[in-house]
């Protein structure tokens, strides 16, 4: 049984992907830290008896900045495969915790490589690379695997970091690594503080009937958002490859946070319209006119990346992956999923 290491396990990409390794027949092994309250919800329904009895799903404690205890669990599973997913993702709070951000996306990287030296050299190693890389990619536009990195907040300085150390033990070691430069990847499992999630739950609660508002920042952020299960299929197709390399994984269209809103409401049967400018600006509902959506500064980032968009053309012509759901799709089955 071939086995695969996943960190993050517990997280959208993390729970999406070890669904996937188990329906390929991988035994999967998962880090999880330990904390008071169970973090589990994304992944309970694969901890059935028959995954864990078999030992295809083995959960283990662990930080990876505890260095020599990340690096002992790692020599005990000997995995074939790592991908490494955890750490802290959230833009905008990676201004108020950069060095957190930093350790969790930048440090962590390294120390998973140094512990991979010593490894089986045929073990293979995917890291989650962020368009946020780019940060301010003027003129630049799609970005793809050439595009000179431009980070414009902490998060994406730290996966720069993480970035270049995996081309560097990848050309100066011979490991195989791939970094997968994720674009926006969204789901019903996404964290409740990013912008689709935070408008798909406000927008069904909304049409249940609740007077609920939603508030958020910049609602001129264009980000090119794709549906997350689709992006999980290509990290594990990136280390079926003869050959490590890096890709972009993007849908290739964009769309802003006002588009997406709207089209959320759309959805749920509650047409609304935009009013104002700025910090004034709203949403109202078209048929009565309550105010369901307004904007607030609490919300806004010290510096936002106006527009990215991904060109995936090398993971379709060498992968052959194509991101399928975005746009008004994925907004619909997002408030659709918080519907139940
Ligand atoms: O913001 C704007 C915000 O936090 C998207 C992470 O997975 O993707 C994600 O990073 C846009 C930005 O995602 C709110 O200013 C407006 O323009 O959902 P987000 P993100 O920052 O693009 C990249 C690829 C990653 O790698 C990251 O790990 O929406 N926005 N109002 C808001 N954003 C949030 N969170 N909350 C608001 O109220």
């Known amino acids: ?30 880090l999880v830290r330990r904390a008071s309250a169970y973090n589990r919800s994304r992944i309970d329904h694969l901890r059935t008896d028959e995954n864990v009895g078999s030992g295809r799903l083995v959960l283990h404690y662990g930080e990876l900045n505890d260095v020599t205890s990340f690096h ?17 993702s959230h833009v905008g709070l990676s201004f108020e915790l ?25 073990t293979r190693l995917y890291l989650a690379q962020s368009s946020e890389i780019f940060g301010a990619p003027e003129g630049e536009d799609p970005q793809d695997e050439t595009t000179p990195v431009a980070p414009r907040n902490p998060y994406g300085c730290a996966k720069v970091f993480s970035m270049q150390l995996g081309k560097v033990y990848r050309e100066s070691h011979g490991l195989f690594v791939c970094n997968g430069i994720a674009f926006n990847h969204e789901s019903p499992r996404r964290g409740e503080n990013f912008v689709t999630r935070k408008i798909s739950m406000g927008a069904a609660r909304i049409a249940a009937g609740d007077e609920a508002v939603i508030e958020l920042g910049n609602l001129d952020g264009r980000r090119d958002w794709g549906y997350a299960p689709e992006y999980v299929e290509a990290m594990w197709r990136m280390l079926q490859q003869d050959r490590a390399d890096d890709f972009v994984l993007a849908t290739g269209r964009t769309h802003t946070v006002r588009e997406f809103a709207a089209a959320a409401f759309a959805a749920v ?3 609304v319209d935009f009013q104002g400018q700025g910090v004034e600006e709203v949403a109202r509902r078209r048929d009565n006119g309550a105010i369901v959506l307004r904007v607030s500064p609490r919300y806004f980032r010290p510096v936002d990346a106006v527009s990215l968009r991904g060109n995936p053309a090398k993971a379709k012509a060498e992968l052959g992956w194509k991101a399928q759901t975005q746009g008004a799709d994925l907004a619909a089955l997002m408030v659709e999923a918080e519907r139940g």
């Open 98 to 122: 950069p060095e957190v951000t930093c350790l969790e996306n930048g440090m962590a990287t390294l120390h998973l490589l140094e512990s991979m030296r010593e490894l089986d050299t045929s």
């Open 1 to 30: 049984m071939k086995k695969a290491f996943i960190t993050g396990i517990t997280g959208q990409d993390g729970s999406y992907l070890a669904e996937l390794l188990l329906a390929k027949g991988y035994a999967v092994h998962g």
């Open 269 to 271: 049967g509650v047409p």
């Open 72 to 88: 002992r669990l790692l020599h005990k599973i000997e995995p074939a495969e790592i991908y490494h997913l955890a750490g802290q």
